[in-house]
C-alpha cells in the first residue's frame, strides 16, 4: 500500500523534484511552477492521509532502509507531527499558488527557476525537520531549510544581501549550537534516536553534560525560532525578501522551530526536568513576556507595513512560547492551537503586504489613504487577518488566546493573563493605525477652512492568483475559528505532550 | 590544574577554537572576517566530534573475516561521530559557498565589505515631498 510509504514520499517528492526544476527551467520556464503545485499537493496528500492513519490507529513509525530504530533513520509520525505537517504544506501550497504574479513582477525572468527551487527545498527541509525522530537527521535537515531561506532572501529588493547575510550568521550559530547539543547527548547516551534517548536520559538528568546539551537546545532553537533576544535577523530578513517568501517563511519556519522545541522539553526530555528540575518553563515564560511587548511595541512604531508585520510575528512568537513555559494541559492546547491559528494569519497579513505592493509599489502606511477603495476585497481580508491577531470572537485568534489565558490563569501565573490582554490592546493599536488610514482618512478634505473636491479613487484589485490565496487563508481564518472545538477534541487533545 | 587540563586537552581546543570563531563573528567590523569567523566555529564543532569518537590504540572499525573471534569495542575507532562528519562538513561548504556568493553580491553592489560602510536602506524613511499628503493624491 502506498500510504504505508507516506512518511517517506513526503519529503522525497519535493526533494527529488526540486532538482528538476533548474534543468526543466532552462528549457521551458512555464513548466517550473506546476511541477511546484504537484509537489506540493503530493505532499498536502500525504500530509492529510497521515493525519487520518494517526487519528484512527495511533502513531506511525517509519523506518527508513527497514534498519533498526536506535541504529537506522526512524520517521514518527503522532497526532503533534501529522498536524503541523498539514499546515506547513498546506501553507507552502498557498504561498505557490501566490507566488506566480507576485515574483513575475519583482524578480527577473532569469532568476525564476532558481526561485522556485529553492522554495520547494525549503518546504522539503521544513517537512523533514516536522516528520523525523532522530536528531541528526532533524539537524541535517533544519540546515537545508535554512540555506534555502538564505537563498530566498538574498534574492529580494535593496538590503537583502546584507539581511541575508546576517541571517546567515546568526543561523549558522543556532545551528551549531543544535548540533552541540546533539553531540553532548551523543558522549553520554551514544544515541540520536529521540524515542531512544527519552528512555536512556532520565537516570542522567543530574548529569552536567546534559543540562549543558538542553541549554544549548534552547539557544540553538530560539535563534531559529526568532524568540525575543535571538530575534535580531528576523526583521531585516522577511522586510527586504520577496513578498511570497516572507509569507511562506514568516507563517513556516518559525511554527516548526515551536514545534520542535515543544519535541525537545517534552519528548525527547521528560517534562519533570523542563519544568521543576531546572526552571526552564519559567525563565521561557518571562522571556515571552518581553517577546509579546517588545514586538507589539515596536510594531507600533514601523511605518513600514511587513516590517511592521515582522514586529507582530515575534509577538507570535512570544505567544507561543509562553503557551509552553505556562507548562499545564490548557496553556499547551494554546499553543498548539496557536501554531495553527498564526500561521494563517501570518500568511494572510502578509500575501495582503505583497498584494499592496504589487499594485502601488510602496508599502509606507502613510500613502495608504483610499486603499479601500482601490482594493476594497484585499482589504477586507487584511482586517479581517488583522481582527484575528487583536482576537476578535468569531476569529480563529481568540480561541488560542482564549486558551491561552485559562491556562495561564489555572497555573497561577496572573501576570501573564494580563500581558495576554494587554498585548490584544496594543495589536489593536498597530492594527487600527493601518485600518484607519485605509478606511477613515475623509474623501473630502477640509483644508485651511476650504472644503476641496471629492478625490476620484479607481478600482484596481490585485489579480486573480493573488486574491485567491488570500481569501483561502481568510476562510482558514473564519472556518478555524468556528470549528476550533471540533480541532481540539479530535486532533490537539492528543497532541499535547505525555505528562501532562 | 594542569593536568586536569592536559588530561582533556581535545575538548579545552575546540572550547578555544570556538570561542576565537565566535568573538570574530560577533566584533569584525569586516564581513569577510565574519565569514572566516563562523568557518571556524563550525570546523571546531567538526573537530570536537571527530575526538570524541577516536580512542588511543584503536584501530579501523573493519571485522576482518579471518581474525580472532572475540570482537572487542575497546580495540576500533567509533566510526558513527566520522560519518555524522561527514554529513556535517557538507553543510559546512555549503553555508561557505552561499556566504561567499553573497559577499560577492554585496561588494559589486556597494564597493565595500566593511559593515559600517555599507549603507541599507531606512527602514522608514520619510514621505517625499507631496507624496502621502491631501495635495499630492488631488487630481
Redesign the interface.
Known amino acids: 500500500m502506498i500510504s504505508e510509504q507516506f512518511p517517506a514520499l513526503i519529503v522525497v517528492t519535493p526533494l527529488i523534484l526540486s532538482f528538476f526544476i533548474p534543468v526543466v527551467g532552462w528549457w521551458k520556464r512555464e513548466l517550473c511552477l506546476p511541477i511546484v503545485l504537484f509537489a506540493l499537493s503530493v505532499c498536502l496528500l500525504c500530509a492529510i492521509g497521515m493525519l487520518g492513519t494517526v487519528i484512527k490507529h495511533g502513531i506511525i513509525h517509519y523506518r527508513l532502509g527497514m534498519w533498526e530504530p536506535p541504529w537506522g533513520i526512524e520517521y514518527v509520525v503522532d497526532h503533534l507531527n501529522a498536524f503541523v505537517l498539514v499546515i506547513v504544506s498546506f501553507i507552502s501550497l498557498s504561498a505557490a499558488i501566490y507566488a506566480k504574479k507576485s515574483v513575475e513582477q519583482e524578480l527577473p525572468e532569469h532568476k525564476i527557476p532558481a526561485f522556485y527551487t529553492l522554495l520547494l527545498l525549503n518546504t522539503t527541509g521544513l517537512l523533514g525537520i516536522t516528520v523525523t525522530g532522530d536528531l541528526?537527521n532533524l539537524?541535517?535537515l533544519l540546515?537545508i531549510a535554512s540555506?534555502s531561506a538564505?537563498?530566498l532572501i538574498?534574492i529580494g529588493e535593496?538590503?537583502a544581501?546584507?539581511?541575508?547575510?546576517r541571517y546567515?550568521?546568526m543561523g549558522?550559530?543556532g545551528?551549531?549550537l543544535y548540533?552541540?547539543g546533539v553531540?553532548y547527548l551523543?558522549?553520554v547516551t551514544g544515541s540520536l534516536n529521540i524515542a531512544d534517548l527519552s528512555q536512556i536520559l532520565p537516570e542522567l538528568y543530574h548529569s552536567r553534560v546534559v543540562l549543558v546539551a538542553f541549554a544549548f537546545f534552547m539557544v540553538g532553537i530560539g535563534i531559529k525560532m526568532a524568540l525575543f533576544p535571538l530575534h535580531v535577523w528576523l526583521?531585516?530578513a522577511y522586510?527586504h525578501a520577496p513578498s511570497v517568501v516572507s509569507a511562506a517563511l514568516g507563517a513556516t519556519m518559525t511554527k516548526v522551530g515551536a514545534y520542535v522545541m515543544i519535541r525537545v522539553m517534552f519528548t525527547l526530555f521528560k517534562p519533570y526536568f523542563s519544568i521543576e528540575m531546572i526552571p526552564a518553563t519559567t525563565i521561557l515564560g518571562w522571556v515571552a513576556v518581553a517577546a509579546i511587548i517588545f514586538g507589539c511595541i515596536l510594531a507600533i512604531?514601523?511605518?513600514?507595513l511587513k516590517?511592521m508585520l515582522c514586529y507582530i510575528l515575534i509577538a507570535e512568537v512570544g505567544y507561543i512560547v509562553m503557551g509552553i513555559g505556562v507548562a499545564n494541559r490548557m496553556s499547551l492546547t494554546g499553543a498548539i492551537l496557536h501554531i495553527l491559528n498564526d500561521a494563517f494569519m501570518v500568511a494572510c497579513l502578509f500575501f495582503v503586504a505583497g498584494a499592496i505592493m504589487y499594485k502601488m509599489g510602496t508599502r509606507?502606511i502613510?500613502?495608504f489613504?483610499?486603499l479601500h477603495r482601490k482594493m476594497p476585497l484585499t482589504m477586507a481580508a487584511f482586517t479581517i487577518a488583522a481582527l484575528s491577531v487583536i482576537g476578535i470572537p468569531p476569529t480563529c485568534g481568540f480561541f488560542s488566546k482564549w486558551y491561552l489565558i485559562l491556562g495561564a490563569i489555572y497555573g497561577g501565573q496572573w501576570v501573564f493573563a494580563v500581558v495576554l490582554v494587554l498585548s490584544s490592546l496594543l495589536s489593536a493599536v498597530v492594527f487600527f493605525r493601518v485600518i484607519e488610514k485605509v478606511y477613515f482618512e475623509p474623501t473630502v478634505?477640509v483644508?485651511n477652512g476650504e472644503s476641496?473636491?471629492m478625490?476620484?479613487v479607481v478600482r484596481d484589485e490585485a489579480p486573480l492568483s493573488m486574491l485567491i490565496p488570500i481569501f483561502i487563508m481568510v476562510a482558514g481564518i473564519l472556518l478555524l475559528g468556528v470549528f476550533s472545538g471540533k480541532i481540539i477534541s479530535t486532533i490537539i487533545q492528543f497532541a499535547v505532550p505525555t505528562g501532562f | 590544574m594542569l593536568e586536569y587540563i592536559i588530561s582533556k586537552y581535545n575538548y579545552w581546543m575546540y572550547i578555544v577554537l570556538i570561542l576565537i570563531g565566535f568573538y570574530a563573528m560577533m566584533a569584525k567590523n569586516n564581513l569577510m572576517k565574519k565569514l572566516i569567523g563562523m568557518g571556524i566555529f563550525q570546523w571546531a564543532i567538526i573537530c570536537y566530534f571527530m575526538s570524541i569518537g577516536s580512542k588511543s590504540g584503536g584501530t579501523v572499525p573493519i571485522i576482518s573475516e579471518h581474525g580472532s573471534d572475540v570482537i572487542r569495542a575497546i580495540d576500533f575507532i567509533n566510526p558513527l561521530p566520522h560519518v555524522l562528519m561527514l554529513t556535517a562538513i557538507v553543510v559546512g561548504v555549503a553555508t561557505t559557498g552561499i556566504s561567499l556568493a553573497i559577499l560577492i553580491s554585496i561588494y559589486g553592489r556597494y564597493g565595500t565589505l566593511e559593515e559600517d560602510e555599507i549603507t541599507p536602506p531606512h527602514p522608514n524613511p520619510l514621505p517625499r515631498r507631496g507624496e502621502g499628503t491631501l495635495k499630492g493624491n488631488r487630481k
Open positions: 541528526f539537524y541535517v540546515e540555506f538564505y537563498g538574498a535593496e538590503g544581501l546584507v539581511a541575508s547575510f546567515i550568521v549558522t550559530i545551528a551549531c548540533l552541540l553531540g551523543y558522549i526583521p531585516d522586510t512604531a514601523q511605518s513600514d516590517r509606507d502613510r500613502n489613504r483610499y478634505g483644508h476641496h473636491e478625490v476620484e
